[in-house]
């Protein structure tokens, strides 16, 4: 019975409202029949859209309520539950939630459950929020009465009875003044009632002598929930009462989890994680303390496959984390990062395969165990006196990662079950952070082999340039950007150069920036000129807006780009280029003169503005030139202009214009990229070569038939000056073809030239604006089969516009080596 001479609290300790325990009431059928206005604050639903639904509407995955009805017998069989789950708020989203379900006896052995649920990330608060609160992590008993609007007993527990005395039967239907008469109870009434009226939560403390220790006086705290119906009013009042006496060492346990909140978890590497962890518990829980993880999760991969039920393959585990009051650690043979030996048929291999943790308050060494298959393991437990182990599976979402293992050297106490608990709590904890960190290994390890697939692995210049190249995402974590170059051999010995930047950073507009350079590519194999491939790119990036505007819920990915491509010819040293809104190139000529050349800015890329956006300039470049092709994140600074920066580029290239390309592209970075930038960094050099003529041979031809033997002639003489008599054959016959075709199709003058350099490409110009079409010939047609000839003798093969006609050409390797 209560003491009713005892007196009451000071008042700053009877009463306050307590904010972070959702009380909700269930039938037997799992139908919300009771709700509180803590509960509408963490998921969302009023009382009206609460009561009279299933629990099982509030979880997160729909096919998830066809198990509540066998859950719900497992409870009925435990008399309750209690664990970390998620639910969906109102809104949509999921919450990570502590949940506590406890079942209420009524008359005629009738059944409700009480389920209390406390949000995940506000464990970490310790100093306010309640005896219950911490009843209910530490999964304390609590006596639990639900009274009617006149604070009659219709519902309770049977903890009640070890706090008060009283049985079951005497106190349905009657109030605590009724069955428990006195002072206190008079207090409890008072606080019930203004609940009621108020529809709030109130806490009160008080002391009593429990019939179960009637040696010493014991501290209760009782807390109080007004249960609302479907329309909101007061269906009644939930008492939950905890005996608190030995709360300071629950508060010196949430102490420690509320430090490992701080503590782990502090990066996304997921070994610094695991260390964390250890760090934690070494010397508050354990003497000694490791974490092992499954070998692929400090890459990114997959955890730990099912391990089945005979045990199958031995589990592979990296050492991730590892603590000890010892200085040097002598306790583990392993160090951070090596494997770690699983002995199979043993505690760890079972805490793996059946996912519950093992605790073993005295370790037992005695021959027959499973030690007698690991003696080196064993060995280390005699030395440093190793008595007590507990070992806790490390899951997260469903998924198995690995180990963590506490032992006690110094400290005399075994573990106990409240021990086991606590380690449970800091490994749940640590598990959602190495979770975090491993799917952001996974995304990361993603991104870089996006970007290594999406940008050049090799630049090939040909003998038209030397090239080198810098690129420098802004989002440094993940590695990518939206920044492109790219190098590409055109026909004729001619290079195609490219820079690119779509807006923003980051893994949407590096999928962007890919698709641009594809476009980019396929577009530069039609050999278009600049402006005309810009025209066209222009059209893709519209038409990419355009798609992601018609799917919304994707986001925007494509919101603009601009781009410089330039054509360099090393046999008339002539560079063509064209820019959409892109910063111009920078150009040092051999003697270390900068000049930025006038080049019509040009449109960014989406905006559509007309087919005659973008022009296309020439200019003739010395040998030796140096042009720099970059990014606006190398030259714009919070605190200067644009200008200064592009003036600071030129000023770097002259200082140091004679050196390697290479050396060149690490000063610039580091002369001008020296601060974070918010922006990607993009920067490719390419100095400009030169065909010796002896290198380049053409002849002007008449428009007729007798040109042809005249070209394989020619085309044969000087195959033979260059050394290259076993392409003779075949090239005479490309040259009889190409020449045949354009007598053929055209009226005007034509041109043979031949290009000797790391192929031998053949060249014939003519008036004609057609362009030739590769197709099969039918058995019966007497035409059509040249070009198909020229594909089978060739490398490759293609046309490309001209001033007053085009170019028809075809490659052939020029050396052995290349065949």
């Known amino acids: 019975m209560f003491d009713t001479d005892k007196t009451e609290l000071p008042e700053p300790l009877n009463r306050r409202e307590v904010t972070d325990a959702a009380i909700a009431m269930l039938d037997e059928q799992g139908t919300v029949v009771g709700w509180t206005r803590a509960a509408e604050r963490l998921v969302g639903y009023p009382a009206g859209g609460a009561v009279g639904r299933s629990a099982a509407a509030m979880l997160p995955f729909p096919q998830e309520e066809l198990c509540v009805s066998e859950f719900a017998k497992q409870c009925r069989a435990r008399g309750g539950w209690s664990g970390t789950v998620a639910v969906r708020h109102r809104d949509g989203r999921t919450l990570n939630v502590r949940l506590r379900i406890l079942l209420l006896w009524g008359r005629h052995g009738a059944v409700r459950w009480l389920v209390s649920v406390t949000d995940a990330g506000a464990l970490s608060s310790v100093a306010t929020n309640g005896s219950v609160r911490e009843s209910l992590l530490t999964r304390a008993p609590i006596g639990i009465v639900v009274g009617d609007p006149q604070l009659r007993c219709i519902w309770t527990n049977d903890v009640v009875e070890r706090i008060d005395g009283l049985p079951c039967e005497r106190r349905f239907g009657r109030r605590v003044t009724d069955s428990i008469p006195g002072f206190e109870a008079e207090a409890l009434e008072a606080v019930m009632r203004q609940v009621l009226e108020s529809g709030t939560s109130a806490v009160h403390e008080f002391r009593a002598w429990p019939p179960v220790d009637r040696r010493r006086e014991h501290a ?59 760090d934690v518990a070494v010397p508050v829980l354990a003497d000694y303390a490791t974490v092992d993880l499954a070998e692929s999760i400090p890459f990114g991969e997959e955890p730990l496959a099912h391990i089945g039920p005979n045990g199958g393959r031995t589990p592979v585990l990296r050492r991730a984390g590892v603590a000890s009051i010892h200085p040097g650690i002598p306790e583990s043979p392993w160090a951070c990062t090596e494997k770690v030996f699983v002995p199979p048929a043993s505690p760890f291999t079972s805490v793996l395969r059946m996912g519950r943790s093992h605790l073993e308050p005295v370790l037992d060494t005695s021959a027959g165990t499973w030690l007698d298959r ?171 807006t355009e798609e992601d505007a018609d799917a919304p819920e994707h986001g925007s990915v494509v919101l603009g780009a601009t781009c410089l491509y330039a054509v360099y010819d090393p046999v008339t040293r002539r560079c063509a280029m064209a820019r959409a809104g892109h910063l111009p190139p920078v150009i040092t000529d051999p003697q270390g003169q900068v000049t930025f050349p006038d080049l019509p800015a040009g449109a960014p890329l989406g905006l559509g503005l007309g087919p005659f956006d973008f022009e296309t300039v020439e200019l003739e470049l ?178 490309r516009s001209a001033m007053g006609g085009k170019i028809v050409w075809a490659e052939q390797v020029s050396t052995p080596a290349e065949i």
């Open 622 to 799: 010395p040998e030796g030139s140096v042009l720099a092709l970059y990014t606006d994140g190398l030259v714009e600074t919070r605190d200067d202009d644009i200008d200064v920066g592009m003036h600071r580029l030129g000023a770097t290239l002259a200082a140091h214009a004679g050196r390697p390309l290479e050396e060149l592209s690490t000063q610039v970075t580091e002369t001008l990229a020296t601060q974070a930038s918010s922006d990607d960094v993009t920067l490719l050099l390419v100095r400009t070569r030169t065909l010796s003529p002896t290198q380049v041979a053409s002849w002007d031809l008449p428009n007729e038939p007798f040109a042809v033997r005249t070209a394989r002639h020619v085309a044969a003489r000087q195959l033979s000056e260059w050394g290259l008599e076993r392409l003779v054959t075949t090239t005479e016959l490309i040259v009889s073809e190409l020449l045949s075709n354009a007598i053929h199709h055209s009226t005007g003058p034509i041109r043979l030239r031949l290009i000797q350099h790391q192929v031998l490409t053949c060249e014939v110009f003519d008036t004609s604006p057609n362009y030739p079409r590769l197709r099969h010939s039918r058995s019966t047609d007497e035409n059509g089969r040249g070009l198909f000839l020229i594909a089978q003798l060739s490398r490759r093969w293609g046309s």
């Open 374 to 544: 690991d003696p080196a393991r064993a060995r280390t437990i005699h030395e440093n006196g190793m008595h007590s182990l507990m070992i806790v599976p490390i899951r997260a979402r469903r998924s198995m990662l690995g180990v963590a293992v506490f032992i006690r050297t110094e400290d005399p106490v075994p573990f106990q079950e409240d021990d086991l608990l606590l380690a449970e709590e800091l490994v749940t904890r640590a598990a959602l952070c190495l979770d975090n960190a491993r799917q952001y290994a996974r995304e990361h390890a993603a991104a870089l082999a996006l970007q290594r697939n999406l940008l050049p692995h090799r630049l090939r210049s040909g003998v038209a340039v030397e090239v080198a190249s810098r690129y420098l995402p802004a989002d440094a974590d993940a590695g990518v950007g939206g920044d492109w170059f790219d190098v590409i051999e055109l026909s004729g010995a001619r290079v195609a150069l490219v820079v690119g930047d779509v807006v923003g950073h980051g893994i949407n507009a590096a999928a962007t920036m890919g698709q641009l350079r594809t476009a980019v590519r396929t577009l530069a194999d039609l050999d278009l000129p600049p402006d005309e491939l810009l025209a066209h790119l222009d059209d893709t990036v519209r038409r990419l």
């Open 220 to 278: 209760f705290s009782a807390s109080f929930f007004c249960l609302q119906d479907a329309g909101g009013q007061a269906l009644g009042v939930c008492s939950m009462t905890v005996d608190v006496t030995g709360s300071q060492r629950v508060r010196e346990r949430l102490a420690i989890l509320s430090e490992a909140s701080t503590r782990i978890g502090t990066t996304l590497d997921v070994m610094q994680t695991g260390q964390e962890l250890a």
